[in-house]
């Protein structure tokens, strides 16, 4: 949790929203994070008794009640006792705070992603750079790029919220070692552990509270994983049960690179865009991996990731189909290439 292991400075700051005029009508909000029989706007006010500060963004430590980090294998997730309407202003500004710039904003989906950054913590701290390098910062590189994605789940007790981290790093190849290009490296858990870590301290936890939540062991061993063959579609089947399937899945999407529109966790519905990398791409390279429109390729498709079972009926498996935008099967090399992707990440 100290300041030397991350210093991700993006330039990033915190702008004011827009203000409307009174004499205009509110618009109508989506009602995702919205309880039943209750109000939130800021017209009519929540139902939801909420202590904070004069500016409104915090809410008081006493209000929060047992907050925790569960893990399951090398699957981290805070558990905060608030709701999403309440957690989320303050992951916002948790990660502006942290040196980020959002790239992804999302109340709706509940879904904030930063833009790529470079955790400067990671540089050589001799003599030299302390001397030249507060002049000429930039002749510094690590040659890494870290990203890192948090999504907010309504739970009947709260909220659970996901942080995952995807990276990338620049080498150097050629004849003449002159040509350098950024590949995907993997995700790294013990980062998104000390974001959950610091994330537990932003939203009121103390410090050695959140040293003992991280050092919890895993509840099992990680759970396996397989393809499935002789399906209409491609399948991979999990030996969790549904409510641990959908976690892990979540959270594989997210390291993955998927862009998920939408879920629906009663029907097990993750509304995901995948980017075929073996299709033709006529852009420049940085711009295929910096840009975070990846509309601007003209191949982004969409696809439903499916969870069914998951019940003792089942012995505690769970299927996971990958299916078209309407729900039917998935033909061709790309069905089976996510179905790929999302095997790593799962067995």
């Known amino acids: ?73 090398d699957v981290r997730w805070l558990s905060v006792p608030m709701a999403p309407e309440q957690a989320w202003p303050q ?3 948790f990660w502006l705070e942290s040196g980020f710039k959002l790239l992804v904003d ?65 080498i150097v190849g050629g004849d003449q070692k002159d040509v350098t290009r950024w590949v995907v490296r993997p995700s790294d858990p013990q980062l998104e552990a000390e974001f959950l870590s610091r994330l537990m301290v932003r939203l009121g936890s103390s410090e050695a509270s959140a040293r003992t939540a991280l050092a919890a062991p895993a509840a099992g061993a990680p759970a396996r994983a397989r393809l499935l063959t002789g399906q209409a579609t491609p399948t991979v089947e999990v030996d969790d049960t549904f409510d641990r399937a959908w976690r892990r899945v979540g959270l594989a999407l997210d390291r993955s690179g998927f862009t998920v529109e939408d879920r629906n966790r009663s029907d097990g519905l993750y509304y995901v865009r995948y980017v075929d990398a073996n299709a033709p791409d006529n852009r420049g390279l940085l711009s295929r991996i910096f840009s975070g429109n990846t509309e601007e390729a003209g191949k982004a498709q969409r696809f ?44």
């Open 1 to 73: 949790m100290g300041g030397s292991k991350v210093d991700y400075q993006s330039g990033a700051q915190q702008t004011k929203g827009l203000e409307v005029p009174p004499d205009l009508t509110q618009l109508a909000r989506e009602g995702r994070y919205q309880p039943p029989a209750a109000v939130i706007s800021a017209a009519a006010g929540s139902t939801t008794p909420r202590a904070a500060t004069a500016g409104g963004a915090t809410v008081a430590p006493t209000a929060l009640g047992e907050m925790k980090i569960q893990r399951d294998g």
């Open 106 to 170: 999302d109340a709706t989906l509940g879904i904030v992603e930063t833009d790529w950054a470079e955790n400067r913590a990671k540089l050589p701290q001799d003599i030299i750079r302390s001397t030249i390098g507060r002049v000429l910062e930039k002749l510094y590189d690590t040659s890494e790029r870290d990203r890192f994605r948090t999504r907010i789940e309504r739970t009947p007790t709260g909220t659970e919220i996901f942080i995952s981290h995807r990276g990338l790093q620049e």
């Open 304 to 347: 439903r990731i499916a969870l069914l079972g998951g019940t003792s009926g089942t012995g505690g498996r769970t299927v996971v189909a990958v299916q078209n935008a309407d729900g039917g099967p998935v033909s061709g090399e790309v069905g089976q290439r996510i179905a790929g992707v999302l095997l790593t990440e799962l067995k």
């Open 91 to 93: 992951v916002r500004a």
